[in-house]
C-alpha cells in the first residue's frame, strides 16, 4: 500500500475514533439528563419536570456562562405539552416560590411562558423561560444580577 493512503487511513481511523467519542460522551449526557430529579445553576436547585410530571425524552442539552449569567437549557419531547406544563407551573407557583413574570396561555401553541424568583445567592434572580410547541419544549434557567418584575 502507498504511504500517502496509509496516512489517508490512519486520518480517517482517528476522526471516526473521535465521532465515536463524542457521540459517547453526548449519549451519556442526554440520558443522565432524562433521569435528572433537579436542575442546579450554583447554590440554587429547582425540581425538575421529570420529579413533577413523569420522565420525559431528553433531545438535547446545554449549558452556558456570558456576561455574569449561567444559562441551562434543556429540550424535551412529549405528547402531552399543555398538561405537562400546566402540572410544572402550578407545582412552580406553589411549591418552590417561583412568580409569573409573564402571561401564560396554554391555549396558543407555539408559545412560551416565564417565571423567576429570588436566587440563594444575594442580588441575584433566576428566570425560567419555556418554550413550547405541539411536541415538546425547551426549559432555559438563567441565573444573574437583577430584580423581579411581577406579571
Avoid: H
Avoid at 443522565?32 to 425524552?57: C, F, H, P, Q, W
Avoid at 442580588?123 to 406579571?151: A, H, P, S, V
Amino acid at each position: 500500500m502507498k504511504r500517502g493512503m496509509k496516512v489517508i487511513l490512519i486520518i480517517v481511523a482517528c476522526i471516526l475514533g473521535i465521532g465515536l467519542v463524542v457521540g459517547g460522551i453526548t449519549f451519556t449526557v442526554v440520558k443522565n439528563s432524562s433521569n435528572m430529579e433537579e436542575y442546579k445553576l450554583g447554590n440554587d436547585t429547582i425540581k425538575s419536570i421529570k420529579a413533577v410530571v413523569d420522565k420525559r425524552k431528553v433531545v438535547s442539552v446545554s449549558t452556558s456562562t456570558s456576561n455574569g449569567v449561567r444559562e441551562k437549557s434543556i429540550e424535551y419531547k412529549s405528547s402531552t405539552v399543555q398538561k405537562d406544563l400546566s402540572k410544572y407551573v402550578e407545582y412552580l407557583v406553589k411549591e418552590d416560590n417561583f412568580i409569573l413574570t409573564q402571561d401564560m396561555d396554554l391555549s396558543k401553541i407555539p408559545a412560551s411562558v416565564q417565571l423567576g424568583k429570588e436566587s440563594k445567592d444575594a442580588g441575584q434572580i433566576m428566570i425560567m423561560t419555556i418554550d413550547y410547541t405541539t411536541f415538546g419544549y425547551t426549559i432555559t434557567i438563567q441565573k444573574g444580577e437583577g430584580t423581579l418584575t411581577r406579571y
